[in-house]
């Protein structure tokens, strides 16, 4: 059976493992972390994401562990509600989306699903590869070395691996940083997302996570994505500098970042003119990252290596494979990177009147008689983004 070397240990790489394991393949998957990174807040898992799910028999543990987040509310410096969207009922809608799970509680449902059919190295990461005519011969940073059939590289945005076959990928940087940490839950405290903009291109968020703690986010409007390579002890300082004054619960979001690790990123984009490059492929967000913003990350991570791993399990060659899973990606990839025209500016207003404007907005826009009437309308659209691909269907493995 074909070796295939999988390197990152998120939502793409395990679910390839999955599938790929699944159809006999031999798969070893090498995380550069020592351990499983359980860090990470919500997630929404939409449209085919979904079904990818529902495929794999996970949907009941997925819900099970779910946030229990109830909608989306956004509030003024008092905490008043400003407006409020319930959560979807369906398998793509909704700001808070029917499934929302912790990526790091997502990771390790993936992981227990696959530690046992694949082999799972932590602590390394691939430092060269060399392909010959019928393998690829791989170099690990722990010394090792080793050949395998192929290898899929998952290993998110900022990939090293990537650089060493397409050297000039880069991100492309949407003008947004984003800090996430997780704070103390406390009584005053709700099921819901709550969202506030204090102005300064500035928004602050909190929501609930199912662990008695609650996740929350940062976010400032920035020229340059350089803050997200300074050390984490500058990070925390510019963070305090640029939120000092924001008012509502952000003292409690800087306490946290000043007292334990924090996860901070340039949002941005890959867009990449192919997936592969001879034996070896790229997936999820090493490949298509759509950021945050478009609340599609993971959804393409699943769908991805779901039709990855269908492809290579049904393909004459590795050749044909990664071509088929390419034309039948792309144009789901390329709909889930188109964000909302003017995001995210115009969700971190910089002055006041911009926060009155977008506050009057929010609450027409989330209103009940314009909420039935685009739900009457919905029919008029084109399907929500995470549903505009049709899954293919792949024989059961024997
Ligand atoms: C720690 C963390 C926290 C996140 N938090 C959020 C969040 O709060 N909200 C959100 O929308 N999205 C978040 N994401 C991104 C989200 O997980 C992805 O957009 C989506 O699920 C697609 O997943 P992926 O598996 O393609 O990539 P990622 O989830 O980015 O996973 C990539 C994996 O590869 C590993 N890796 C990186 N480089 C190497 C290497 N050279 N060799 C081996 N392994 C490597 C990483 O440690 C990571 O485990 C987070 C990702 C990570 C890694």
Known sequence: MPGVLVTGASVAGPALAYWLGRGGWEVTVVERFDRLRDTGQNIDIRGAGREVIRRMGLEDEVKAAGTGETGTEFVDEDGRCVAYLPKGHDDSGGLTAEVEILRGDLARLLYRRTAHCSRYV??????????RSKEVDVHFAGGARESFDLVVVAEGMTSRTRRLIFPDAAPRYLG???????????AADTDRWRWYHPGGG??????PDPHGTM????????????PADLPPADQARLL??????????????????????????????????????????????????????????????????????????????????????EALMRPYAHNAQRLVPGFPRIAHPRSRLGVRTLRAALRLATSPPVREAVHRASALFPRHPAERIDLPHYPEPR
């Open 122 to 131: 932590f602590g390394d990461e691939i430092t060269g590869l060399v392909e």
């Open 176 to 186: 947004l940083c984003l800090a996430y940490t997780t704070v103390p839950r406390i």
């Open 202 to 207: 500035r928004a602050v968020m909190l929501r």
């Open 215 to 226: 996740r929350a986010a940062l976010s400032f409007l920035s020229g340059a994505p350089g």
């Open 240 to 325: 305090r500098r640029l939120f000092q004054d924001a008012g509502w619960e952000t003292p409690r979001v800087l306490d946290a970042i000043d007292a334990s690790p924090f996860y901070f990123e340039a949002v941005g984009q890959i867009r990449l003119a192919s997936w592969s490059r001879g034996r070896v492929a790229l997936v999820g967000d090493a490949a298509y990252c759509a950021s945050p913003l478009s609340g599609m990350g993971t959804t393409l991570a699943l769908t991805g290596a779901y039709i990855l791993a269908g492809e290579l399990l049904t393909a004459a060659d590795h050749r044909t494979a990664f071509a088929r899973y």
